[in-house]
């Protein structure tokens, strides 16, 4: 059959074993075709079921009791279900505040264990926003830390031997995002980790733009620590609140510098003086946001019935899949691939290089209904959520930029930059 055709992509579908968790998600409006689930998954209809239940019942009806029902063991009891996405135990894992909170809490922690050693060392393909989080946590940690930012070559490739260069006695703490936003680059986390830890470092993983997009396993790659966000590929809606993780062994050594009453010993005894939890719960501040974490599970859910072997294997063939249109029919027209051509070294979304990339970005929205998202200078990133994402969907989001660009429809749009994007 020839392959870049609307037919080709529809069999595609047909032969798609996941095909039916399509219907799991509230698809709004047919003619949408979202490639955005890298930036705000889609809602879940479990999600919405569980939204009237826990406004109507648990806060309606049963008010403050709520809390002795479930919402006090809520950032555990979810925890425990992330944990089996990313590979951990169900005591690893707790959910709370933002992603940016628990890097803060985690780094500034790891930081105080390791006392001597000085350096946290990252790379300049993490989210800016992990970057801020660093210079800030060092700057409290004291004068004599600091944040090394290792530089990748290509801005596609994580630098990794670069940072095994750099990686020594003095490193406190190395800290890389998993999949990195931009490129969608994702290193070989079990040969890092142990090549950190052979120079007593510790490791931070971000998995923002992995957990729920592709197998992670913290526990044999014997990660330290790790944060993710729930509103990517977990779906887990608009702004709902993190996780982070703690290896079992290092609970009880690392103190939670935001100490609060949500992670004190018998909070109920209202002593005056904060002494820890044991566990995890140390790592809680204050009460957390009931509504939106109650949200998180519904997309947990989907993903650990699907099985994450089998989302990623779809995710490769989509992925794959536009790889193979772009080298057809849209390098040809300027489009670099800004990702990784080995699907092994890459997550579960795509970039796409164009000098005219935001322009182009502006016409996909506008034009032809295809939501992607732009990253500056000039990337269009195309995510991929296997449980929703259709080859027909990316077929059609490719056959659109060939046409915005064959026929010019990009220079009807401006190229001043948006305010969110
Ligand atoms: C999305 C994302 C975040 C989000 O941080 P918030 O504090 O939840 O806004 C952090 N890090 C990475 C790598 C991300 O992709």
Same mark, same amino acid.
């Given at each position: 059959?020839?392959?870049? +055709? ?278 809680? +501040? ?11 599970? *519904?997309?947990?859910? =989907? ?6 072997? *089998? ?19 849209? *390098? ?57 994402? +259709? ?19 990009? =220079? ?10």
């Amino acid at each position: 059959m020839e392959q870049n +055709t609307l037919a080709y992509a529809q069999y595609l579908d047909q032969q798609d074993s996941l095909r039916a968790f399509r219907d799991r998600f509230v698809i709004a409006d047919e003619g949408l075709i979202y490639l955005d689930g890298n930036s705000l998954g889609r809602l879940p209809q479990a999600a919405r079921q569980r939204a009237r239940q826990v406004v109507d019942e648990e806060w309606g009806a049963q008010l403050i009791r709520s809390w002795g029902l479930g919402w006090m063991e809520m950032p555990t009891r979810i925890g425990a279900k992330l944990a089996q996405l990313v590979g951990a135990k169900p005591h690893e894992v707790i959910v709370a505040d933002s992603t940016s909170v628990n890097l803060f809490k985690l780094v500034l922690a790891a930081v105080k264990y390791q006392d001597k050693r000085k350096i946290i060392l990252t790379d300049d393909l993490n989210f800016p926003s992990d970057l801020y989080i660093l210079q800030g946590a060092a700057r409290l940690a004291g004068d004599d830390i600091t944040v090394k930012v290792v530089p990748s070559e290509d801005g596609i490739h994580g630098p990794v031997a670069q940072i095994a260069a750099h990686l020594s006695r003095e490193t406190a703490l190395l800290t890389l995002s998993h999949t990195v936003f931009k490129s969608g680059y994702t290193y070989d986390m079990a040969a890092i980790t142990k090549e950190a830890h052979e120079h007593g470092a510790l490791v931070l993983w971000d998995l923002s733009h992995s957990a729920g997009a592709l197998p992670v396993d913290l526990n044999a790659a014997g990660v330290d620590l790790a944060v993710g966000c729930t509103y990517k590929y977990l779906n887990g809606g608009p702004g709902s609140p993190a996780y982070l993780y703690v290896r079992e062994d290092l609970q009880s050594k690392l103190q939670n510098p935001v100490s609060g009453w949500m992670g004190q010993r018998r909070m109920f005894d209202f002593s005056l003086q904060y002494q820890p939890e044991e566990g995890l719960r140390r790592f809680l +501040t204050g009460t957390p946001p009931v509504l939106s974490m109650s949200l998180i599970e *519904a997309g947990a859910d =989907l993903l650990l019935e699907a099985g994450m072997k *089998a989302v990623r294997e779809k995710s490769i063939r989509q992925t794959e899949y536009l790889i193979k249109i772009w080298e057809r029919w849209l *390098a040809p027209l300027g489009f670099t691939l800004n990702s990784p051509r080995d699907a092994a070294r890459r997550g579960s979304h795509v970039s796409l290089g164009h000098p005219e990339g935001l322009r182009i970005d502006k016409a996909l929205i506008d034009a032809y209904q295809v939501i992607p998202d732009f990253r500056a200078p000039d990337n269009i990133r195309f995510g991929i959520a296997p449980l929703y994402t +259709t080859f027909e969907e990316i077929y059609r989001a490719a056959a659109a930029l060939k046409e915005i660009v064959e026929q010019g429809i990009y =220079l009807n749009y401006s190229a001043d930059p948006p305010e969110v994007t």
